[in-house]
């Protein structure tokens, strides 16, 4: 007998015949996956080929497979898939994918959830191939499996006879017994980019988590939805549930989780044009970063944020944008930032010319010529002059006008950029004068 077994079991292949037979059963149809035979024989689908493979006993051994026999048979499975990917970096896809269905197959006597990952696994090659057939073949067993996992019970660490590869029971509620299996699905439509089914599953693990005041699965499933949304861009939905993770990471007092819920909420509705949400988010950040020593040099960046979005608002608050950009730049300044100390005082001066305060504004440009210099930022210099260039001009201040403008120049040539620019502007300073 352990004989026999060695030799069903040790990574057999199957008979030339066998794999001709297949081949030719394939190749008569169109596609990858062999639909439908040129005199319109009943479509073949190659998820329900029931043939016996002789990677497994035949007949069935009546008794469940033992470790070894596993084993194995996952090490010959592993060898199916290499082989499919192979056939696919070939550009057979057909013969891959052929390969590919019969690992499933195979996988199917190892359990639903061996069966499922594997379906996920393909599923995703297949999406990311274009090969709409073979997608809609896996995504139609997903549905079935789907389908049985929500009908009716199933034991945990079920074992069928040896090389039966029926479907197994299925499961009523989600239970620790299956919860392996609807995480499994909710991973699966995920990877064949089915986004709505995968949630429904995920819905299901985190209520049921709730329910038995699991807080671990309930925040690792949360997770799951929230990126899952931002993956498919759906950022109503995903700020949900990052709302409901911050709650969560208050209560228990995981503050480093709080920041990062905090800077996904704020990304959210920066994204979706929410400012009056996206501030009050910024603003919890913000108080995050100042009771933490470690966190000082975020400070800056998000005191820009904040006066962003005080701009931004309806009507906007020009007070509270002001002050925040100053405070931005003298902390910007202390650390040494000057990425963020430039950025700071160019806003509040663009900020101060927009409501018409032109030499708040040139006071706060003539600061932006220092750190610029400071940082050797010679781009951010030739706008500077620009700009300071550009409001003497509307004050009537030709020979400053021309100054800047001229010294906007030099830079300009340095830099071999908008030197043209430069000099119409000479031209027409000179013309008024």
Not at 159 to 182: C, F, Q
Not at 303 to 317: E, G, M, R, S, V
Not at 346 to 372: C, I, M, S, T, W
Not at 421 to 432: D, G, L
Request: hydrophobic content about 40%; overall charge negative.
């Amino acid at each position: 007998m352990q004989k026999l077994m060695a030799q069903v079991w040790y990574k057999q292949r199957p008979s030339k015949a066998l794999f001709l037979g297949i081949t030719a059963l394939f190749l008569l149809c169109s596609g990858s996956v062999g639909w439908a035979a040129e005199d319109d024989k009943p479509k073949i689908n190659p998820l329900e080929i029931t043939t016996p493979d002789p990677l497994l006993p035949s007949p069935p051994v009546e008794r469940p497979a033992t470790p070894q026999e596993i084993r194995l048979l996952r090490e010959a499975l592993d060898d199916l898939n290499a082989q499919a990917t192979e056939q696919l970096k070939a550009g057979n896809a057909p013969a891959a994918f052929e390969i590919w269905y019969r690992e499933v197959r195979l996988r199917r006597s190892l359990g639903t959830v061996e069966e499922v990952q594997a379906l996920g696994r393909i599923g995703d090659i297949a999406w990311t191939n274009n090969q709409k057939a073979d997608l809609q073949i896996i995504t139609q067993r997903l549905q079935t499996i789907r389908a049985e996992a929500l009908g009716k019970p199933i034991r945990k660490n079920e074992k069928r006879p040896l090389g039966t590869a029926d479907v197994p029971a299925s499961v009523t509620d989600v239970t620790p017994e299956n919860a392996e299996l609807l995480q499994a699905l909710g991973q699966a439509y995920q990877q064949i980019r089915l986004p709505g089914e995968a949630v429904e599953i995920y819905q299901l693990i985190l209520a049921d988590a709730r329910q038995r005041q699991d807080a671990a699965t309930e925040e690792a499933t949360l997770k799951t939805i929230a990126q899952g949304h931002m993956s498919w861009f759906d950022y109503p939905k995903a700020a949900a549930a990052y709302e409901e993770l911050l709650v969560l990471a208050s209560q228990k007092g995981d503050r480093v989780s709080e920041v990062v819920y905090l800077q996904q909420l704020a990304y959210i509705y920066d994204k979706v044009k929410q400012p009056e949400n996206s501030l009050k988010f910024k603003q919890q950040l913000l108080q995050n970063y100042l009771t933490d020593p470690q966190a000082a040099n975020q400070i800056p960046a998000i005191k820009i944020a904040i006066a962003d979005d005080y701009q931004a608002l309806n009507p906007p608050n020009p007070d509270a944008a002001s002050q925040n950009y100053q405070e931005a730049y003298n902390l910007a300044w202390t650390l040494q930032q000057f990425a963020s100390a430039s950025e700071a005082l160019k806003k509040l001066g663009d900020l101060y010319r927009n409501y018409k305060k032109p030499e708040f504004a040139l006071q706060v440009y003539q600061v932006l010529l220092q750190v610029d210099q400071q940082s050797y930022n010679y781009y951010n210099l030739m706008n500077t002059y620009d700009q300071m260039g550009q409001i003497y001009l509307e004050r009537g201040d030709m020979e400053q006008a021309k100054t800047a403008f001229q010294q906007g120049l030099e830079l300009a040539k340095s830099l071999k950029y908008q030197e043209n620019y430069f000099v119409t502007q000479i031209e027409r300073v000179s013309k008024q004068d």
